[in-house]
């Protein structure tokens, strides 16, 4: 199965998209540019200025607007599209990477080294009271992370384990129990962002392999989608029908005219549809 590309090379380094109808279509973020890109209906691409040289991820509110992580925290877009960041939650040369949208409402999100540090990095929590909790600590790039549709999962990576790893849920405590889910080590790439669909399949996409895969509830590479770039960031179900699967690609350190389709965005019907339900900030 091959993904069609359906823009041009318009990002640096996109990452993290997301559907939603709070949106009326996709985001995902062109992250070391500072910018949010949503796709019309048409197929058309508006970038949005966002108040960071880094927003690494952006999900809808129950406001009617999102909320963002940025370079060292983060921010609400408000439903008329003004931006009210939060202070910062440290100094030093390290960035906020990936995330998702809690069972209970909260935005979870990771962060990473900008000279990937092994340990370096961490898990941060955002309630929809604005407060802020570090979760989870001793990381290095954290990466991927969703979950199931019955709030009681989650699926997450943190790049340089080579696993997809899962947790269980508690609101309280936030992420527990951690264990390995997929060992893609022997697999070409490196685990990046993910997604799942309705049927509780995991799909991955991998960095530096030119593939999304496709893994079963067991953990199993059950489907490989090629795509042209490749570095493959992340993926997410999106349109009408949540039946398309659309894929982030990146020219980050890539050299003039080395793999020019990178930066595009790309989509494919895979045969299996993404979770009815979405999860909003706030909830």
């Known amino acids: 199965m091959h993904a069609d590309r359906i823009t ?3 990002c640096h380094h996109a990452e993290g998209p997301y559907w939603s109808d709070e949106w009326g279509g996709l985001r995902w973020v062109d992250m070391l540019a500072g910018d949010i890109m949503h796709l019309g209906p048409r197929d058309e691409v508006r970038r949005i200025e966002a108040p960071s040289p880094v927003v690494a991820c952006v999900r809808p509110a129950s406001s009617g607007g999102a909320v963002l992580a940025l370079e060292k925290g983060f921010a609400f877009e408000d439903a008329d599209g003004s931006f009210v960041p939060l202070p910062p939650l440290w100094d030093g040369p390290i960035r906020m990477n990936e995330g998702a949208i809690a069972p209970d409402g909260s935005f979870l999100c990771g962060s990473m080294a900008y000279g990937a540090t092994p340990g370096a990095a961490s898990m941060w929590r955002l309630r929809p009271d604005s407060t802020t909790t570090e979760i989870l600590t001793d990381l290095t790039i ?3 992370l969703a979950f199931s549709a019955d709030g009681t999962r989650a699926f997450y990576v943190d790049t340089p384990t080579g696993r997809v790893d899962q947790f269980g849920w508690d609101d309280e405590q936030g992420l527990v129990e951690r264990r390995p889910f997929a060992d893609l080590t022997s697999q070409d ?4 962002g993910l997604t799942l669909d309705s049927e509780g399949n995991v799909w991955v996409a991998m960095h530096s392999g030119h593939q999304v895969l496709g893994l079963d509830p067991e953990g199993q590479v059950a489907e490989r989608i090629a795509v042209g770039p490749r570095q493959v960031t992340a993926c ?3 349109g ?3 039946s398309t699967l659309f894929i982030t690609t990146s020219r980050e350190n890539l050299a003039d ?3 020019p389709e990178a930066g595009s965005l790309f989509v494919v019907q895979p ?3 993404g979770p009815a339900d979405e999860r909003v900030f706030g909830g």
Do not use: A, I, Q, Y
């Open 142 to 144: 954290s990466n991927g």
């Open 236 to 238: 997410t179900f999106g």
């Open 189 to 192: 790439g490196h685990p990046d």
């Open 271 to 273: 045969g299996v549809r």
């Open 8 to 10: 041009d090379s318009l």
């Open 240 to 242: 009408e029908d949540r």
């Open 257 to 259: 005219g080395e793999d």
